[in-house]
């Protein structure tokens, strides 16, 4: 069974820097598709969760615009785990990160949208103090 697993959030000040981790199982091909969203407190629930960035399997990467440079993923392939880190957090960084997967011969060519995401983590909490 598919499974994605976030660790490595917790409280922050502004400035610093986080990595996020997650570590995903049970995927039984090579083709997964892979990405990171975020959801700040109180968030609507009828809106979508922010996509921060996607790599496909081949390595591709989209950042949403926002990103500014301020964000970057990585994987270790070996160890089936996908990071996230964050420089420069900013307290507006506060939220939920959640990591996604979803399974494709071709990863969209897009900037990552939830609704194309079929697997997902629990997440993990980022607060990020002034």
């Known amino acids: 069974q598919e499974r994605l697993v976030e660790s490595g959030g917790g409280s922050v000040q502004a400035g610093e820097s986080i990595r996020l981790s997650c570590a995903a199982s049970?995927?039984?091909?090579?083709?997964?598709?892979m990405g990171w969203f975020r959801q700040a407190p109180g968030q609507s629930p009828g809106k979508e969760r922010e996509?921060?960035?996607?790599?496909?399997?081949?390595?591709?990467?989209r950042y949403a615009d926002f990103t500014k440079g301020r964000f970057d993923i990585s994987q270790d392939k070996s160890e089936n785990i996908l990071y996230l880190n964050i420089l420069n957090l900013k307290p507006e960084d506060t939220g939920t990160y959640y990591c996604a997967a979803y399974v494709a011969v071709v990863c969209v060519s897009w900037k990552p949208r939830e609704r194309d995401f079929e697997y997902w983590g629990r997440g993990t909490q980022v607060i990020v103090s002034s």
């Open positions: 049970g995927f039984t091909t090579k083709n997964v598709c």
């Open positions: 996509g921060i960035v996607s790599i496909g399997h081949n390595g591709v990467t």
